[in-house]
């Protein structure tokens, strides 16, 4: 089964064009050195729970939205050779300095997954 990361990261409302370009460019950087998919997906029925909710988890604040992203990959060890070229890529370095960063990475959440269901 292929193997995902997962994203969940706050996003001013205003900033929702710059991050598009951003991504726009991570993700051709990703599928180039062998990810399978990326996607990004902009919060559009999403409520503030009481105890949880998308929104809570990245502790959201007044004119942010929510960004939740995943990149797929063949495998563990896939994702593994991916990641590291990516991050050796010299585009890559321009892009993830803190003064092009358009939202607040420490309150980003991410993690690895196998995928357990693929329909």
Not at 90 to 117: C, H, N, S, W
Request: with cysteine; charged share 30%.
């Amino acid at each position: 089964m292929p193997y995902v990361d997962g994203f969940i990261i706050p996003l001013p409302k205003d900033k929702i064009d710059h991050y598009r370009s951003i991504a726009t460019r991570c993700g051709a950087i990703w599928r180039e050195h062998g990810a399978l998919q990326f996607r990004e997906c902009l919060a559009e029925d999403v409520q503030m729970g009481e105890l949880t909710s998308f929104p809570r988890s990245v502790q959201q604040k007044d004119g942010e939205t929510v960004i939740f992203s995943w990149i797929v990959f063949a495998s563990r060890q896939a994702r593994d050779e991916v990641n590291a070229k990516v991050m050796a890529d010299p585009r890559m370095k321009e892009l993830m300095t803190p003064e092009a960063m358009p939202f607040d990475g420490k309150r980003m959440i991410y993690g690895g997954f196998d995928m357990i269901v693929d329909m």
